[in-house]
């Protein structure tokens, strides 16, 4: 049986399409990513190698750290509104009737594209004829501010759709983990008399902790890669006000068709988004991890 | 005497917790029929604009209901434009892809899980490390690399590239289930000398019908909605997705919020039925697949 399972020809025919793929599609182009980095290139003529120089630009481009100090803005939010994630989905993971209605209604906004959701944000922001000002003029707000136009508001007037986007998706993963925790803990618990506030700060937190950890890798990440709405709602303007690391690259590569320099922001983005995950798997490790199943 | 006073005491207690957990529970429905209301508004504020002219948009409130509902609108960037081009565009490339990534990343799974060869675990780990690297940094050398073999504005691009990034996640999800599949059918079914792709064919890949059928509905999601990579590879209009198609569209018709709203509506209204009828199988694929992460 063993020679049948172990059949070379098979397992060839089996993993090296999806291997070959991955190979062409991720992993050499993040080494043609380093590698462009080093060039002066405008994507169409001959590359001239410049050894070190986009790299260095990089560290003292004013606008790529304005927009690095953007996406990290973006990440330090998402973090802390994970917490808010985690309490709704306690709330609903408390023996709530509807809670499966609850949760699959949270997840909408993250199946939808994020050009309509853009669009959609964009409407709701319009500075005239918009909801928001609309109702802010009803309750007799005169001036109600040009949301994305404004330089100081434009990147919080982004900040709301993009966790509006993924609050269900948190919800969900929190929701899931927490019905993982058995009854009989919460119970035990309970009889030896302690509260609701108690049994989640002491008993349930500590054993999703695995799970927020994930979380706020996934959070911090995402965000510190994230382009989509930025790009189509404002393109990080005005003014750059609200360009973040992705944005930058592509502005770099595709506009200004310096594909060295956007080259040295992707990979600088790689870098970074590797090194946050390391650091963070690193900080919140555990030795002993609780068991209860 | 004495257990009477015990068994009042005792009741006294009980009524005031019920008390409390009744103006608990209250409170907490309140939260998360507000995050619901969060969550929905937005949708189906441009379902109701949507369904208006511009006259009804601006000087009507927000959530007032379309009176004469103006399904023209609908007809109208239908039949306008190239909307029902991207439409069966974003249709069979996100089949095509679904289809590509569900069946290799089963083979893979399978040969990662089911049969013996050395170097099966650097393998598996070369498509859980995928899952790490931004898509953005990966974005120029793709654009240059599909450019020098001329798939640049060819549906292949995106094919190709939806295969290869969502291959990960569903390989992530696989995995987890071919684990807990028992191995004796098919030891028996080898040793009644049944070769291993007849196996696969026959025996396991219906076997996961069911776990495929949560991948293969994530996938659909990825696909549908991307937007970077349509952006960057795909300039004529004959080969845009909906995503990309619906945010040029929607230039040409930046005072018809009528249209706009249609525009939108159309191109979420697939996901939102496919959610309609999935949901559980949608709401348990992305908690698996996140929290195993």
Same mark, same amino acid.
Not at chain 1, 90 to 108: E, H, P, Q, S, T
Not at chain 2, 121 to 143: D, E, K, Q, R, Y
Not at chain 2, 276 to 284: A, C, D, G
């Given at each position: 049986?063993?020679? +049948? ?20 599609? +991720? ?11 080093? #060039?002066?290139? #405008? ?18 481009? *004013? ?24 309490? +709704? ?9 509807? *809670? ?31 909801? @928001? ?20 508001? +434009? ?11 993924? *609050? ?25 008399? *302690? ?9 349930? @937190? ?88 | ?11 006294? &207690? ?11 529970? =209250? ?66 490339? %996100?089949?095509? &892809? ?31 490390? &995928? ?8 974005? !120029? ?16 691009? $995106? !094919?190709? %590239? ?7 996640? %569903? ?43 949560? =991948? &293969? !509905? ?55 039925? =496919?959610?309609?009828? $999935? ?15």
């Amino acid at each position: 049986m063993d020679k +049948v399972l172990s059949n070379k020809k098979i397992i060839a025919l089996y993993v090296l399409p999806s291997l070959l793929l991955i190979l062409a599609i +991720v992993y050499i182009p993040i080494v043609l990513t380093a590698y462009y980095g080093l #060039n002066d290139w #405008n994507g169409i003529g001959a590359m001239t190698f410049v050894g070190l120089d986009n790299y260095m630009a990089l560290f003292v481009d *004013a606008t790529f750290w304005n927009s690095a100090g953007h996406s990290l803005l973006l990440a330090l939010f998402s973090g802390i509104s994970l917490i808010l994630y985690l309490v +709704v989905a306690m709330v609903l993971a408390a023996k709530i009737k509807g *809670a499966n209605l609850f949760r699959k209604i949270y997840l909408i906004p993250m199946l939808l594209s994020s050009v309509a959701i853009a669009q959609l944000w964009l409407k709701i922001y319009h500075p005239t004829n918009g909801v @928001l000002n609309s109702v802010l003029e009803s309750l007799g707000v005169a001036n109600p501010p040009a949301w994305l136009a404004e330089s100081s508001l +434009v990147l919080y007037a982004l900040f709301i759709p993009i966790l509006w986007q993924y *609050a269900g998706f948190y919800i969900l993963i929190y929701y899931a983990a927490l019905k993982n925790i058995p009854a009989s803990l919460e119970e035990a618990a309970k009889i030896d008399g *302690a509260n609701a506030l108690q049994i989640a700060w002491k008993i349930k @937190l500590p054993l999703v902790m695995e799970v927020i950890k994930v979380t706020i890798v996934l959070a911090v990440v995402g965000s510190l890669k994230y382009f989509d709405l930025i790009f189509v709602m404002t393109d990080g303007g005005p003014n750059g006000s609200s360009e973040v690391m992705a944005s930058y690259m592509y502005h770099q590569a595709f506009r200004a068709y310096d594909f060295g320099y956007g080259s040295a922001i992707g990979f600088f983005l790689l870098v970074i988004c590797l090194a946050v995950t390391w650091v963070i798997r690193k900080l919140t490790a555990t030795k002993d991890t609780i068991q209860y199943s | 005497m004495f257990s009477i006073n015990t068994r009042n005491r005792h009741g006294i &207690a009980e009524s005031k917790a019920g008390i409390v957990s009744k103006l608990g529970y =209250t409170l907490l429905y309140a939260v998360l029929i507000a995050v619901a209301a969060m969550q929905l508004f937005p949708l189906v504020w441009l379902l109701f604009f949507s369904l208006k002219n511009n006259q009804e948009v601006f000087n009507l409130p927000p959530l007032s209901l379309p009176m004469n509902p103006r399904w023209e609108n609908y007809a109208k960037v239908w039949s306008s434009g190239n909307i029902d081009v991207y439409f069966f565009n974003s249709v069979w490339i %996100t089949v095509a &892809a679904t289809l590509l990534t569900v069946v290799l990343g089963s083979l893979v799974t399978y040969a990662v899980t089911r049969m013996k060869w050395k170097g099966s675990s650097f393998v598996l780990g070369l498509f859980m490390v &995928a899952m790490m690297i931004p898509v953005h940094s990966t974005l !120029i050398p793709l654009f240059s690399l599909f450019s020098k073999v001329g798939l640049t504005d060819h549906p292949l691009s $995106l !094919i190709l %590239t939806y295969v290869a990034f969502n291959m990960p996640i %569903t390989i992530m999800i696989l995995l987890g289930f071919y684990y807990a599949l028992p191995k004796e059918v098919e030891e028996a079914a080898i040793i009644d000398g049944c070769s291993v792709n007849r196996m696969f064919i026959q025996i396991v890949f219906p076997m996961t019908s069911s776990v495929i059928a949560t =991948t &293969a !509905i994530i996938n659909m999601i990825y696909n549908w909605n991307e937007f970077i990579f349509v952006n960057t590879f795909i300039s004529s209009d004959n080969y845009k997705t909906l995503t990309v198609g619906v945010q040029n569209f929607i230039g040409q018709y930046t005072t018809d919020w009528g249209a706009i709203g249609a525009t939108l509506m159309i191109s979420i209204l697939p996901i939102l039925i =496919t959610f309609l009828f $999935l949901s559980n199988r949608i709401v348990e694929g992305i908690a698996a697949g996140s929290v195993k992460g």
